[in-house]
């Protein structure tokens, strides 16, 4: 069963910096890219950034370009995702997701999210 | 690329077909995903490649569309279909979703 976990999430003032982390399991890790999705409080969903097994291609929102950095560990099946310089804006729940196949695929499996809530 | 959805809200009787359209700014072939969101829970993959239905998902939803145009379609519309419904281009560079669309019952 395909399992994706987040974790980090929490509570952040204007311009400090946050980790947050997706363990997965139940499936071959190094062959997936992994994608990171946020919702912020009563909005609607929001790509956040994408990252291929390899690490060889990396998108990013306009809104988190510069300010976010998406890795991966393959040798721990996790994804993590560096928010530096949080803005209020930033307050959501982030998902971890999965493709439903390898490359280009929608996002069949989401993990339960972290919610990050950046307020002085 | 932008996603445009439309309408941002409908409501609809037990047992009426609603449609839902999504609209590219460019092109995207066929990479075009439909998400389900209810209320308190964590998105549910119905549609991708624009109209093949995911695994387990009721046949009352359809999807159709390519290049830039798209809709879902709910034929016999089921209490348990109040959600928000999100559209998502996921080929290369950002995978933009739609502002998404909240479906109720009359």
């Known amino acids: 069963e395909v399992q994706l976990v987040e974790s980090g999430g929490g509570l952040v003032k204007p311009g400090e910096s946050l980790r947050i982390s997706c363990t997965a399991s139940?499936?071959?890790?190094?062959?997936?890219?992994m994608h990171w999705v946020r919702q912020a409080p009563g909005k609607g969903l929001e790509w956040v950034s994408s990252?291929?097994?390899?690490?060889?291609?990396?998108a990013y929102a306009d809104s988190v370009m510069g300010r976010f950095t998406v890795t991966r560990d393959n040798a721990k099946n996790s994804v993590f995702l560096e928010m530096n310089s949080l803005r209020a804006d930033d307050t959501a729940v982030y998902y971890c997701?999965?493709?439903?196949?390898?490359?280009?695929?929608?996002?069949?499996?989401w993990g339960q999210g972290t919610l990050v809530s950046v307020s002085s | 690329i932008q996603m445009t959805q439309s309408p941002a809200s409908l409501s609809g009787s037990i047992g009426d077909t609603v449609t839902i359209t999504c609209r590219a700014s460019?092109?995207?072939?066929?990479?075009l995903a439909w998400y389900q969101q209810r209320p308190g829970s964590i998105p549910k993959l119905l549609i991708y490649?624009?109209?093949t239905l995911q695994s387990g998902v009721p046949s009352r939803f359809s999807g159709s569309g390519s290049g830039t145009d798209f809709t879902l379609t709910i034929s016999g519309l089921q209490p348990e279909d109040v959600a928000t419904y999100y559209c998502?281009?996921?080929?290369?560079?950002?995978?933009?979703f739609g502002g998404g669309t909240k479906v109720e019952i009359k």
């Open positions: 997701t999965r493709g439903a196949f390898p490359g280009y695929s929608a996002y069949a499996f």
């Open positions: 139940g499936f071959t890790f190094t062959t997936y890219t």
């Open positions: 990252l291929t097994s390899g690490s060889a291609d990396i």
């Open positions: 460019q092109d995207i072939a066929t990479y």
């Open positions: 490649a624009a109209s």
């Open positions: 998502q281009k996921y080929n290369s560079g950002p995978r933009t």
